[in-house]
């Protein structure tokens, strides 16, 4: 698959550099680019995700959302299997469910009443005879024929994903090891959804994906982060990729840090201020989740998933493409279904910490539309990005951007840019 004629020649738009990696600013703003991301990545060979098998406990429970700026829906039938397929209606093309979710035991377009059932078969066609003898659809007309386009999906411990694509590799080829690994670490056991927030951002998608693979803005944008100590870039952690580099993992222990080291290191930082305090410090008092002393796990799947632990809570992030500087961002709060009343209680006061206003999230929309209006009429410059190395390679610590560049990398190869 080829570039668009539409999009700068690569040679142009990708500059080499021999000590880092340069990403061009159009990518950010330009409408061709935009369109070629929906038909190759979020229409073509990926898995995108679409929600929790615990969104969707009943028989007859449905969810709407998007993979890209396309709408789809997700429900769980009547033999409680999950179903995915596209919010559109196969007679005039209108939206069958309006409702972000809900319980039902048939989806019916508002248009002109078609029903279908929660796999997405039609079953009802209102006037399908006629009216005494007139009208009516003709005598071949097929039910069977006219059903919801359905879309391959498939869920790992209760994460579900769908895809367009009829080519692209298992769900689990897609992952691959580490990320499955990470997964099954969170999702150890049967979960309880604890609420949504949606946050509207004024920039790219791609601005927050970058965002969310960069482990050392959060120690320089984040002041509760680093003053309180739930992450520093000088605590033990590691960030690592799949094999494809389209998948990133990077997590921190905050038992590691130093604090002889982190008042030198960060003396002139302004996210890091001692004489800060908090009128209430119960926000900051948890229990232990894991044995393994990780504190912090920011796994960003290509193309439109984060899996967070931050302290004791526990939250997806999906991203909704809405043009080429627009993004909804949809934040699935869950605790684990034996957690106690205590820990519950914890998981609710420490949800503050995230979302559109959260402790320490709250400066990530605010960062990607300062770059959004920075760069909106340079499209001959680009970012340089070289932290780390400047390769995309795993990393034994948190100073580094090379899950970034490995993001790009796997952009370019999916809409067909030369390496």
Not at 196 to 218: F, V
Not at 309 to 324: E, K, M, P
């Amino acid at each position: 698959m080829t570039i668009s004629e539409n999009i700068s020649t690569p040679d142009d738009v990708w500059p080499t550099s021999a000590s880092g990696f340069c990403v061009p600013y159009e990518v950010f703003t330009d409408k061709a680019y935009y369109d070629r991301e929906q038909e190759a990545i979020f229409r073509g060979d990926a898995w995108s995700f679409v929600g929790l098998e615990a969104e969707l406990p009943n028989s007859g429970d449905y969810k709407s959302t998007f993979i890209g700026e396309t709408p789809v829906l997700v429900t769980r039938d009547n033999d409680g299997n999950i179903n995915v397929m596209q919010n559109r209606c196969a007679h005039r093309g209108a939206l069958v469910c309006r409702e972000r979710r809900g319980n039902t035991r048939r989806l019916q377009c508002v248009y002109h009443q078609w029903a279908y059932d929660l796999k997405g078969q039609l079953r009802g066609v209102p006037f399908r005879a006629g009216i005494a003898g007139k009208g009516g659809m003709p005598e071949g007309f097929d039910l069977t024929e006219h059903g919801l386009n359905r879309l391959r999906s498939a869920s790992i411990n209760g994460l579900i994903f769908a895809t367009f694509s009829r080519a692209v590799v298992s769900l689990e080829e897609f992952l691959g090891p580490m990320i499955i690994a990470s997964i099954q670490r969170i999702f150890n056991r049967p979960i309880e959804i604890l609420g949504d927030q949606r946050q509207y951002i004024h920039g790219n998608w791609k601005l927050y994906a970058e965002n969310t693979r960069d482990p050392y803005h959060a120690s320089l944008l984040h002041l509760f982060h680093t003053t309180f100590g739930l992450y520093r870039s000088s605590q033990t952690g590691e960030c690592l990729m799949d094999g494809a580099h389209r998948h990133s993992m990077l997590y921190a222990k905050a038992s590691s840090s130093n604090t002889a080291l982190e008042r030198e290191v960060f003396k002139d930082v302004r996210s890091y201020d001692e004489n800060f305090k908090l009128a209430d410090s119960s926000v900051l008092q948890g229990r232990p989740d894991f044995d393994d002393g990780i504190t912090l796990v920011i796994m960003a799947l290509f193309p439109n998933l984060v899996i967070q632990q931050i302290a004791n809570t526990l939250a997806v992030r999906q991203s909704v493409t809405d043009g080429a500087d627009g993004f909804e961002l949809v934040w699935t709060h869950f605790g684990y279904l034996d957690d106690d009343e205590e820990m519950r209680n914890i998981r609710i006061k420490q949800s503050n910490l995230i979302g559109p206003a959260g402790y320490v999230s709250m400066e990530d929309g605010e960062a990607v539309e300062i770059v959004q209006k920075a760069v909106r009429r340079d499209r001959g410059a680009g970012s340089y990005i070289a932290m780390g190395g400047g390769v995309a390679e795993d990393a034994d610590h948190l100073v580094t951007e090379s899950a970034i560049i490995g993001f790009w990398q796997h952009y370019k190869s999916m809409l067909g840019i030369a390496p």
